[in-house]
T-cell receptor, first 113, second 111 residues
Framework: GENVEQHPSTLSVQEGDSAVIKCTYSDSASNYFPWYKQELGKRPQLIIDIRSNVGEKKDQRIAVTLNKTAKHFSLHITETQPEDSAVYFCAARYGGSQGNLIFGKGTKLSVKP | DTAVSQTPKYLVTQMGNDKSIKCEQNLGHDTMYWYKQDSKKFLKIMFSYNNKELIINETVPNRFSPKSPDKAHLNLHINSLELGDSAVYFC??????????FGPGTRLTVL
């Protein structure tokens, strides 16, 4: 069935360290993989996304990698800052380009100053 | 200049009542969605809707019904509210296959 597994559920790092969050998906037809950041009491906001024809994408301190064979994708945040503290969600689009996003259960990232 | 807006932001009501949450998007998107985020922060799709098709998550009770008066609006009606309906409900919109933009959320508390 439609499923996205996300690990870890909580992650605590020191300011300046890197953080990595990993997700796996089950539908080989999935072709779109966004990552959302949700600060406390706020809406989820897209921070980066990747499509299945690309293996890696980078935007300043944030990068996402995709391994289609293994059906997993990861979010990498370098030089973490306290304002990176939030819940991060991965998602995969199931059922083709018109399908719905299925979200992972989220990772609570805490960056300690 | 809000892209996706929802009203109300907070909704407190008694069990058994019927309530509605409104959603509007000014992005010209084709598709709108409703998500439920429970106390554990899990985000689950409830409905997706464009002017052609309504897709319902089969786990959603039929007490929940989306209504779309036009392409820019997708309202959520909930009948006979139950304690377990307490959650944050997010509306979202996108072009087909594109990024989903979320509204600010409606925190529903059922007493």
């Amino acid at each position: 069935g439609e499923n996205v597994e996300q690990h870890p559920s909580t992650l605590s790092v020191q300011e300046g360290d890197s953080a990595v969050i990993k997700c796996t998906y089950s539908d080989s037809a999935s072709n779109y993989f966004p990552w959302y950041k949700q600060e406390l009491g706020k809406r989820p906001q897209l921070i980066i996304d990747i499509r299945s024809n690309v293996g890696e994408k980078k935007d300043q301190r944030i990068a996402v990698t995709l391994n289609k064979t293994a059906k997993h994708f990861s979010l990498h945040i370098t030089e973490t800052q306290p304002e990176d503290s939030a819940v991060y969600f991965c998602a995969a689009r199931y059922g083709g380009s018109q399908g719905n996003l299925i979200f992972g259960k989220g990772t609570k990232l805490s960056v300690k100053p | 200049d809000t892209a996706v807006s929802q009203t109300p932001k907070y909704l407190v009501t008694q069990m058994g009542n019927d309530k509605s949450i409104k959603c509007e998007q000014n992005l010209g998107h084709d598709t709108m969605y409703w998500y439920k985020q429970d106390s554990k922060k899990f985000l689950k799709i409830m409905f997706s809707y464009n002017n052609k098709e309504l897709i319902i998550n089969e786990t959603v009770p039929n007490r929940f019904s989306p209504k779309s008066p036009d392409k820019a609006h997708l309202n959520l009606h909930i009948n006979s509210l139950e304690l377990g309906d307490s959650a944050v409900y997010f509306c979202a919109s996108s072009q087909v296959g594109g990024e989903e933009f979320f509204g600010p959320g409606t925190r529903l508390t059922v007493l």
